[in-house]
């Protein structure tokens, strides 16, 4: 089994900007690819990046490109989200999940979010 502890979240000003990072404990031979979902309030859970195992490709949803940046350690068995010029719609919980391979293809586990709010 492997566990994920998201943190960094947390209330900013648009603009402003936050690091997400998401920690994996436990079985983590069984993670490979990593991804950052979020869910606002009334809307469905969507994709907002996803990383592969090596980290050599990323992927990132059209409303964030340019503005965050998906990376990992290995070593630590974090990932990363810098996330940059927020603006009032990347309000929303923030959820880690991972993959058992190490090219994206769905979650296997999922973190427990943390909440991002972005103010105008």
């Known amino acids: 089994q492997v566990q994920l502890v998201e943190s960094g979240g947390g209330l900013v000003q648009a603009g402003g900007s936050l690091r997400l990072s998401c920690a994996a404990s436990?079985?983590?031979?069984?993670?490979?690819?990593m991804a950052w979902f979020r869910q606002a309030p009334g809307k469905e859970r969507e994709l907002v990046a996803t990383?592969?195992?090596?980290?050599?490709?990323?992927y990132y949803t059209d409303s964030v490109k340019g503005r965050f940046t998906i990376s990992r350690d290995n070593v630590k068995n974090t990932v990363f989200l810098q996330m940059n010029s927020l603006k009032p719609e990347d309000t929303a919980v923030y959820y880690c999940?991972?993959?058992?391979?190490?090219?994206?293809?769905?979650?296997?586990?999922w973190g427990q979010g943390t909440q991002v709010t972005v103010s105008s």
């Open positions: 999940a991972a993959d058992s391979k190490r090219l994206w293809s769905g979650a296997n586990y």
């Open positions: 990383i592969s195992w090596s980290g050599g490709f990323t």
């Open positions: 436990g079985r983590t031979a069984g993670t490979g690819a």
